[in-house]
T-cell receptor
Framework: GAGVSQSPRYKVTKRGQDVALRCDPI?????LYWYRQALGQGPEFLTY????????KSGLPNDRFSAERPEGSISTLTIQRTEQRDSAMYRC??????????????FGPGTRLTVT | AQSVTQLDSHVSVSEGTPVLLRCNYS??????LFWYVQHPNKGLQLLLK??????LVKGINGFEAEFKKSETSFHLTKPSAHMSDAAEYFC????????????FGRGTSLIVHP
């Protein structure tokens, strides 16, 4: 079946512009996670949802970052007034059951964001 | 609080020789532990997971890992490396309590020489 998809795969934007990154999880998956991955580093947690409820957003770097999952399926990560330091790979993952630590995550291919 | 330390940023082996990728962790809660692999320009794929059943866990492609609570380690091994194993490997600790937020290690790049 279809895996996790993300769009766009690549995004180049100018500093100060807003961007919206989309994640389409595996159908029926309850939990959805967003991560940011810098070059040469492991993914860093940003936020996660169970169904449509945002359970934890402690990893969002500042208030320019926000995420939503209004119908418990597709999620959007929005970065307002982008800065060069926001350039990174943004990864989405979904999990079949609520995030209780024991369940594997299925990752999408990521969105490579470059802020010029 | 939790953390993951992957002790080697790069590991280089010859094809057909054993692989050892080291991972140590700390966690306030009894953890689940995972190894993921990332091939170039691909998403992360689960290799194996430990969730409190058998301490020796077998995964895909001949990989296995042993959970050693006394050493807080979860090292990944494979008896014989294949060229297709060349990739980035991430150790992940995920608490089964508290915040339920996974923490990834920095990754170990496995290089396989012919």
């Amino acid at each position: 079946g279809a895996g996790v998809s993300q769009s766009p795969r690549y995004k180049v934007t100018k500093r100060g512009q807003d961007v919206a990154l989309r994640c389409d999880p595996i159908s029926g998956h309850v939990s959805l996670y967003w991560y940011r991955q810098a070059l040469g580093q492991g993914p860093e947690f940003l936020t996660y949802f169970n169904y449509e409820a945002q359970q934890d957003k402690s990893g969002l770097p500042n208030d320019r970052f926000s995420a939503e999952r209004p119908e418990g399926s597709i999620s959007t990560l929005t970065i307002q007034r982008t800065e060069q330091r926001d350039s990174a790979m943004y990864r989405c993952a979904s999990s079949a059951l609520p995030g209780q630590g024991a369940y594997e995550q299925y990752f999408g291919p990521g969105t490579r964001l470059t802020v010029t | 609080a939790q953390s993951v330390t992957q002790l080697d940023s790069h590991v280089s082996v010859s094809e057909g020789t054993p692989v050892l990728l080291r991972c140590n962790y700390s966690s306030s809660y009894s953890p689940s532990l995972f190894w993921y692999v990332q091939h170039p320009n691909k998403g992360l794929q689960l290799l194996l997971k430990y969730t409190s059943a058998a301490t020796l866990v077998k995964g895909i492609n001949g990989f296995e890992a042993e959970f050693k609570k006394s050493e807080t380690s979860f090292h990944l091994t494979k008896p014989s490396a294949h060229m297709s194993d060349a990739a980035e490997y991430f150790c992940v600790v995920s608490p089964r309590g508290g915040s339920y937020i996974p923490t990834f290690g920095r990754g170990t790049s496995l290089i396989v020489h012919p």
